[in-house]
């Protein structure tokens, strides 16, 4: 029976996922913007209001843990990627000032604005038992994250990756996530420590032995075993199960210290050699797989999650004042960055659009922060439309301020402010 009901389930999601992709798609927006929207159709607010009896038996709690791991497994081999792009994204290097300023302010506007209001959700948002302190900074957190991979489809698209505020709002996105995820670990750390802060110590100890680990002997033994068995980039299937061991332990061990499994499958991917081919051809291994068929699984499972009562009397306020408050919030903080670091009005304007994209990478860490505990249904449901309706605005916004078809491409202007 539960082998039924998890292949009816999957059926069902990855069905409706597709068709909200494709209008998504078909109206301008990333496809990815309309399978987050699925996981909003197929929970309790759209599917649960429409079709009561049929949703409760189709996602009874009992048949969930089956889906559940397919897609936590979907989660870690997606930011295994994702930290394979940011380690192999070169530009960063290339214009650290640039992307630092940009990279900072669109962090610390959205984050001071989101611990600014914090005050006034924690008394009915937060969770039973949640301190104030970890609940604000992670408000903050969740609103300074940008969705490298959304932008970077977008610039890509639109034939712009290649243009200064392009690449200037790539390699800042690169900085904020590395800043945030480290930020995000910090703060799931002490709300999941049961003894207070020697407990939030003791998985600081840990995380710091794994990342030396990591770097001391995963980071030399793969650089050797790629240079070495794959030297065009193109792992084995010995090599690549090697990679799938060490990417997996890393994983189970950031389980295993109370953090996610994606802050593992993440730092995994960062510890890997800088090479394009490499990236290439895991992306080209995983990505079918992982985006296709298991992330609609997260997005499903992040819908079901979801609360209707978000969507009526004084919820609405809530979620409008966190709406604004993330929306200019990075639009000003990128825009601010650029300028400082010499850019034109247009630019600067055109990146403070791409980093309001939050996409994919803000479902994740409102998942990973409902998962531990540090919001509650009806938060992480506004917190959902959030990352929706902000991804959504950048095409628009990048429509408005760069247009559909780039001009020549223009240095950055020194000595402006």
Request: net charge positive.
């Given at each position: ?24 798609r ?9 399978e ?16 009561p009896?049929?949703?409760a038996?189709?996602?009874a ?30 530009s960063?290097k290339q ?20 611990a600014?209001i ?13 301190a104030?302190?970890p ?18 489809r ?10 200064p ?23 799931v750390?002490l ?6 802060y020697?407990?939030?110590?003791k ?10 680990f ?5 980071k ?66 995983i990505?079918?797989?992982?985006i296709?068929?298991l ?7 992040a819908?079901?999650g ?11 306020g809530?979620m409008?004042l966190?709406l ?6 990075k ?6 960055g650029a ?7 247009r630019d ?20 990973v ?11 992480f ?30 240095s950055?202007?020194?000595?402006r402010p």
């Amino acid at each position: 029976m539960n082998a039924t009901a998890l292949l009816l389930q999957l059926i069902v999601i990855l069905a409706t996922a597709r068709v909200c992709g494709w209008v998504l798609r078909h109206l301008g927006q990333p496809a990815v913007v309309g399978e987050m929207a699925a996981g909003l159709v197929l929970g309790p607010v759209v599917m649960g209001q429409l079709f009561p009896e049929w949703h409760a038996q189709l996602f009874a709690r009992s048949t969930l843990a089956g889906l559940s791991s397919l897609a936590t497994f979907g989660l870690v081999l997606f930011m295994f990627v994702i930290g394979l792009e940011l380690r192999a994204h070169r530009s960063v290097k290339q214009q650290v000032q640039a992307a630092g300023a940009v990279g900072l302010l669109s962090m610390v506007a959205p984050f001071g604005l989101g611990a600014a209001i914090s005050p006034a959700l924690y008394p009915a948002l937060a969770p039973a038992g949640v301190a104030f302190w970890p609940f604000a900074l992670f408000i903050g957190v969740a609103l300074s994250i940008t969705a490298f991979p959304v932008m970077a489809r977008i610039l890509k698209d639109r034939g712009l990756t290649h243009t200064p505020f392009g690449q200037l709002s790539l390699s800042a996105a690169a900085v904020v996530d590395a800043f945030a995820w480290v930020l995000l670990a910090l703060v799931v750390a002490l709300a999941g420590a049961g003894d207070g802060y020697a407990g939030f110590a003791k998985i600081s100890i840990g995380v710091a032995l794994l990342v030396a680990f990591v770097y001391l002997v995963f980071k030399p033994f793969f650089a050797w075993l790629l240079r070495t068995h794959a030297p065009d980039g193109e792992p084995s299937p010995t090599v690549l199960a090697a990679l799938m061991l060490g990417l997996l332990g890393c994983a189970l061990l950031t389980e295993w210290l109370h953090l996610h499994a994606v802050f593992g499958a993440f730092l995994f991917g960062t510890c890997l050699p800088r090479d394009d081919r490499l990236l290439e051809s895991m992306a080209q291994k995983i990505e079918p797989i992982s985006i296709v068929v298991l992330m609609p699984l997260f997005f499903a499972l992040a819908g079901l999650g979801t609360s209707a009562s978000a969507f009526s009397g004084a919820s609405l306020g809530a979620m409008a004042l966190i709406l604004v408050v993330a929306a200019v919030g990075k639009i000003a903080g990128g825009a601010a960055g650029a300028r400082v670091a010499g850019y034109g009005w247009r630019d600067s304007l055109a990146t403070g659009a791409l980093m309001n994209a939050r996409g994919l990478m803000e479902l994740i860490v409102i998942k990973v922060g409902f998962d531990a505990g540090l919001i509650g249904p009806e938060l992480f449901t506004m917190l959902l439309v959030m990352a929706l309706v902000t991804t959504a605005m950048t095409g628009p916004l990048m429509t408005l301020v760069a247009g559909r078809v780039p001009g020549p491409a223009r240095s950055p202007e020194p000595g402006r402010p």
